[in-house]
């Protein structure tokens, strides 16, 4: 098991920003691809972005330009930067590692309000 705990969210106005921190514990962080999803009430669970282990970074359409993914290997802490928020960015954010089929941390919840 690879614990993930969450942090960061919040309630920010519609424009805001903030910063979601997922910290790891356990060993081999490094060999593993991070990402954060998304899950809004009434919707199925959305990929926002993810690192893998080449560096290349995939983004959801829809946070492509306002997100940003990075990771600390030696901290062993994954962030995400949310910029120029909106209402729709409203949802549970859930760090993962190694894909769907890997580890999950227990959400932390953003409201963006208009």
């Known amino acids: 098991q690879v614990p993930l705990v969450e942090s960061g969210g919040g309630l920010v106005q519609s424009g805001g920003s903030l910063r979601l921190s997922c910290a790891a514990s356990g060993t081999d962080f490094s060999t593993y691809s991070v990402a954060w999803y998304r899950q809004a009430p009434g919707k199925q669970r959305e990929l926002v972005a993810r690192l893998v282990l080449s560096g290349r970074t995939n983004y959801a359409d829809s946070v492509k330009g306002r997100f940003a993914l990075s990771r600390d290997n030696a901290k062993k802490m994954v962030l995400l930067q949310m910029n120029s928020l909106k209402p729709e960015d409203t949802a549970v954010y859930y760090c993962?590692?190694?894909?769907?089929?890997?580890?999950w941390g227990q959400g932390t919840q953003v409201t963006v309000s208009s």
């Open positions: 993962n590692l190694g894909g769907e089929a890997g580890y």
